[in-house]
């Protein structure tokens, strides 16, 4: 008897040695395998290193630096008028001074000869000389400061000099307002750096509500307090006073940039999991080889004494390794992705979203969440591979496993397999947001059911197989037949990587008519004038109604619609885009793509009354229906909204919008600046000519840009199709690893047959019959490969088309039947393709060691 | 008193309607330091003896004690833990596992007890020169001969110093040079070291090296020859067809 030393590291150590030799044993395999896990880390870790640095950067830009002890704006960030808040301010106890001030950071062409250097944004602060100078200091380092009621004067913080350095004092230099461009001279510099994200530039704040159209309105307030105060009780009481409306220091609202950048971060990391799904799926399906092919090893182990557990651990403690290290790999390649994304990106934020990107910093939630999700992707993989091997019984080391048990076994996969796939079903049926899970389920269901569909499957395609292997067909089907576990493996990795070419067909066939369709409906205008960012208005300074009634009065000009904006939200908070439009010009130049409610009716009502229309990602997100009522917070306080129907445009059909009359919208938000012109054309009128007429005008409001319709509709559906090519891309490296996988099984196949065909050479069949044997049987894997590919691929882009439509992003469904003949090519020549090495070893081997083999 | 002894043990394949009695009411008593032998034609039920008194499976009914205890009555957990502490195996096939060297796999019963490894490889290191493969430690199974692997997986039978040893044919696959030099193996175990071994073979040249012979028919003992005298392989040839014929 063994002295009972109870050492359970020792037996640690081999179960980790052991997994170690067995993973180098099969090295392809083990990097193929791991492979999959660096995959999807690389892509989670990426994500989460690269868009919140984003975020921030978007964050910090916007966010302005003053010198005073409090800073108050509203919630929205919208305007308001001073009289109804600065004596409440004023009021409470410990307020020493209070000031208002009109500021906002807004694009800018960066190409051209504008005044302020290669940067892409301005930062326009109107202050009111007076209340200013008691709030806070401004040393003047240059020149005076401004005087009261003074227009055209702008001084400068000294960290101008970094921006434009031409600019000095007495300079004049234009400047983009709502009025179009306006002279300005320097008056003088002052001290202090100010930001370094973006030039600001300081002016009266008369000046600034004429920049903004905003006669007689702040968005901000700034407040000094007496030195010796508790400064959080008196922003309590000043909070108590203004309500929930106002909030304290806050960074500035840029919920539409923010928003839109986290949808990005959402879809990223749904990538990621995706990818990391099927590393689990690989894994999965590794270790269930095995296994299988390990079956002896373990039965000796368990006979000479080891438990289950151990066992179970030691497949466990391998795919721990594996995880381990591809996690690792891939937290690399995730880093150095991020990194070169930046370097390679930098210059097109810079350009087009006028945003300078920080150097990438590794955070900890992005470390923990990469490296979390890799390691349990890969331990939860394994494990149920890994507790099935402990279960083997030791007298399989001296049993080759019996065919009853095994076809037990694919008749249960069957049964369950196919429960799974028929509520699986039965969820896409419901076309709602379970519509996705259901198409998982599907998938589920489908690899469960494998084993069980090898044999009627190959039953079912061998009278097609006989057709071209008439003598080799049989041998072929029998082999398929008779493993039907390790033909379910092949099928069910090859099925994965088609499921996925086909959704992802699916997915860019449904985005790109969608956005055709929506371009086409939404842009029934001639020409176009858009400003430097479409969709994301916080950061654009638009036109007042000169630059809409200079365009009418030009001869060729029909109609003008415009598109106005301000930033709201909702009563639980969500952040919300409103839009101005004028209900009789808008439906002239663009019109709506209805989902409930009338076109008829919608546009009347409209412009009576306090009424609303959604799109229906806000309808979704809000839990809303016609005939609600939203309450949106305005710069008037709360106002209700009564929705009167759900539509969508091709700029807002991916952002929580709401559509409102422009007076509404001056009414309560204050706003009247034109962010976005359309422009329908006199019948006959010459397009070039008027563009030409437009163009000239256009020229004194350089914040937009004139194009024809046709011409801005042409690059935005290329553009947007060139973003869904990225499902292309994404589709085939998840076929990577498939046909890698592919080709490792059909390998192992044929050494684990050697003996079987040294028999086959030794009676009598010539090398060719052995490759033809071979590759039939690839063939006939192929098939079942990509006619379960097929299946899944319809289900999930069903499912994840539903899903959309269900938060809101309708999109038609279009049957897929490019993808499908794309995968079921793809699937047959990949098949063929792999089967060329282990074929060409298969012919080569030597009859009579063949025939030695173990 | 015996060091394994079975009483009526029974093994039962098949359906209820259809029932095959692999082994029917087996009654076997091995003594300490015996090196008993168990023959009989194909399908008598001689591996699904072996397997039953080494708890690689489970009567349908009978009892099989190692010593005091009742092996029938143990779970799987106990079962592995006697394995690995007081029985040691042969097999024909699948002995070794690939990966690990001939020294590694000798000391897996050892690891897999919690023997820390500098001791279970020097215990297998030991173990390896009891049958003569001292130098063979560093190479992996794919680099010895058939004859090699066999003694090593002997090496690894006997590295828990067990109470029993089942070996099922474990020279069913060698050639008879081999085959002899590991049946040598086995009989210097039992008579230098006392080593009790159970052996299942069809080869009377090999059950001729063992003390006892029981020949096993249909399920159940039917003879047995405690192998006096010379001409002891063809003695056993005869029995055994006589057995066959029976």
């Known amino acids: ?854 | 008193m015996s060091i394994l002894h079975t009483e009526s043990l029974t093994k039962v394949y098949g359906t209820a309607d259809q029932p095959i009695y692999a082994l029917n009411g087996m009654n076997l008593a091995v003594e300490q330091g015996e090196f008993l032998a168990i023959m009989g034609p194909s399908g008598s039920g001689k591996s699904t003896a072996l397997y039953l008194m080494g708890g690689l499976e489970k009567p349908t009914s009978g009892k099989v004690w190692l010593r005091n205890s009742d092996m029938s009555v143990l779970n799987d957990d106990d079962l592995s833990k006697l394995r690995r502490q007081s029985l040691g195996f042969v097999f024909q096939f699948f002995n070794l596992i690939p990966v690990l060297s001939a020294r590694e796999n000798v000391a897996i019963p050892l690891i897999l007890d919690g023997v820390p490894r500098p001791e279970a490889l020097k215990r297998a290191d030991e173990s390896l020169s009891r049958v003569g493969l001292q130098d063979r430690g560093s190479h992996r199974p794919s680099e010895l001969s058939g004859g090699q692997q066999q003694r090593a997986a002997l090496a690894r039978a006997l590295v828990t110093k067990p109470d029993v040893v089942l070996a099922d044919e474990p020279t069913g696959n060698l050639d008879s040079r081999s085959s002899d030099e590991v049946v040598q193996m086995l009989r210097e175990a039992v008579d230098k070291w006392g080593q009790t071994i159970v052996l299942v073979t069809h080869d009377p040249r090999v059950a001729a090296h063992a003390n006892r012979i029981v020949f096993l028919k249909d399920g159940k003992i039917v003879d047995e020859n405690h192998l006096k005298g010379e001409g002891k392989a063809e003695q056993i040839r005869e029995q055994l067809s006589k057995v066959a014929l029976s």
């Open chain 1, 1 to 854: 008897m063994t002295a009972k030393t109870n050492d359970r590291g020792a037996a640690m150590w081999q179960m980790t040695l052991m997994g170690l030799r067995y993973l180098n044993g099969r090295r392809l395999r083990t990097v193929l395998t791991t492979l999959a896990i660096v995959f999807g880390v690389a892509l989670i870790f990426t994500t989460n290193l690269a868009l919140p640095s984003v975020v921030n950067t978007f964050k910090q830009s916007m966010t302005a630096m003053t010198g005073a002890d409090i800073t108050i704006t509203r919630t929205s960030g919208e305007s308001f008028t001073p009289d109804s808040v600065l004596p409440l301010i004023s009021g409470v106890e410990n307020v020493q001074a209070v000031t208002g001030l009109l500021r906002r950071q807004f694009n800018i062409p960066t190409l051209g000869d504008n005044a302020f250097g290669n940067s892409g944004q301005l930062e326009l602060i109107g202050i009111d000389t007076t209340s200013a100078q008691n709030v806070r200091q401004f040393p003047m380092s240059e020149g005076r400061f401004l005087e009261e009621g003074e227009t055209g004067a702008a001084i400068f913080p000294a960290g101008i000099a970094d921006f434009a350095p031409q600019l000095t004092l007495d300079t004049r230099f234009p400047l983009i307002t709502a009025g179009g461009l306006k002279l300005y001279t320097v008056v003088g510099f002052l001290a202090e750096q100010g930001s370094l994200s973006a030039p600001q530039i300081y002016v009266t704040l008369s000046d600034a509500q004429a920049a903004f159209n905003q006669e007689g309105l702040i968005n901000t307030v700034e407040v000094s307090i007496d030195a010796n105060a508790d400064r959080s009780a008196v922003i309590a009481a000043i909070q108590q006073v203004l309500g929930s409306g106002y909030q304290m220091n806050a960074e500035s609202n840029a919920a539409a940039a923010v928003g839109s950048i986290q949808i990005g971060l959402a879809i990223f990391n749904m990538l990621g999991a995706l990818a990391l799904f099927l590393g689990a799926f690989l894994i999965f399906n590794t270790f269930r080889t095995v296994v299988i092919e390990r079956r002896h090893d373990l039965g000796m182990l368990r006979a000479v004494g080891a438990t289950r557990r151990q066992i179970t651990m030691m497949l466990v403690i391998e795919s721990l390794i594996q995880g381990v290290v591809g996690t690792v790999i891939g937290l690399i390649l995730g880093y150095l992705l991020a990194v070169g994304g930046f370097a390679a990106m930098g210059t097109i934020y810079k350009d087009y979203l006028n945003v300078t990107l920080p150097p990438i910093q590794v955070n900890l939630t992005a470390l923990l969440l990469a490296s979390g999700s890799g390691i349990l992707t890969a331990l939860l993989a394994g494990y149920l591979p890994a507790r099935s091997a402990g279960k083997i019984s030791p007298l399989e080391a001296l049993r080759p496993s019996t065919v009853a048990s095994v076809e037990r076994a694919a008749r249960w996969s069957l049964i369950v397999g196919i429960i799974l796939a028929v509520l699986g079903v039965l969820l896409l049926l419901t076309g709602s947001k379970g519509a996705a899970a259901g198409a998982i389920l599907f998938l589920v269901g489908m690899v469960v059911a494998a084993p069980g569909l090898v044999i009627p499957t190959a039953r079912l395609f061998s009278p097609l197989l006989t057709l071209w292997f008439a003598r080799e067909g049989d041998l072929a089907r029998g082999n398929l037949v008779r493993q039907p576990s390790r033909a379910a493996i092949t099928g069910s990795t090859l099925m994965i990587g088609l499921a996925v070419l086909v959704m992802a067909a699916a997915l860019v066939t449904a985005f790109t008519a969608l956005v055709e369709d929506l371009a086409n409906v939404n842009f029934s205008s001639d020409i176009l004038l858009t400003p430097q960012s479409v969709a994301i208005y916080n950061n654009v300074i638009g036109a007042d109604e000169t630059l809409a009634n200079r365009l009418r009065a030009l001869p060729e000009v029909e109609t003008v619609g415009t598109l106005r904006y301000a930033s709201s939200s909702a009563a639980n908070g969500q952040a919300l885009q409103v839009l101005g439009i004028d209900p009789n010009e808008y439906p002239q130049v663009a019109s709506f793509d209805f989902t409930e409610g009338q076109a008829e009716t919608a546009f009347a009502e409209l412009g009576s009354g306090r009424n609303a229309i959604l799109t229906s990602l806000a309808m979704s997100t809000l839990g809303l229906s016609v005939g609600d009522e939203l309450v949106l917070d305005t710069a008037e306080g709360p106002q209700t909204y009564r929705v009167i129907a759900a539509a969508n445009d091709i700029l807002t059909f991916k952002v929580n919008a709401v559509f409102i009359s422009q007076a509404n919208l001056a009414a309560d938000f204050h706003k009247a600046e034109d962010v976005l012109l359309m422009i329908n054309l006199a019948p006959g009128a010459d397009e070039t000519a008027a563009l030409a007429n437009v163009q000239t005008i256009v020229n004194d409001y350089p914040q937009f840009t004139a194009q024809l319709t046709g011409e801005y509709r042409d690059t935005l559906v290329k553009t947007s199709a060139g973003a869904m090519y990225l499902f292309y891309v994404i589709a085939f490296l998840i076929l990577i690893p498939a046909a890698l996988g592919l080709l490792n099984t059909l390998t192992i196949n044929i050494l684990e047959r050697t003996r079987e065909i040294g028999v086959v050479r030794a009676v009598g069949g010539s090398r060719k019959q052995v490759r033809r044997m071979i590759t039939a049987e690839a063939l006939l894997l192929g098939i079942f490969g990509s006619a379960m590919g097929v299946l899944a691929g319809v289900a999930m882009s069903y499912g994840f088309i539903a899903a959309m439509g269900s938060i809101g992003w309708t999109v038609p469904y279009t049957f897929p039947l490019m993808g499908i003949i794309a995968a079921i090519v793809i699937g047959v020549m990949l098949a063929l393709f792999t089967s060329i090495l282990p074929a060409r070893n298969a012919t080569r081997l030597d009859i009579i060691r063949a025939l030695q083999y173990e």
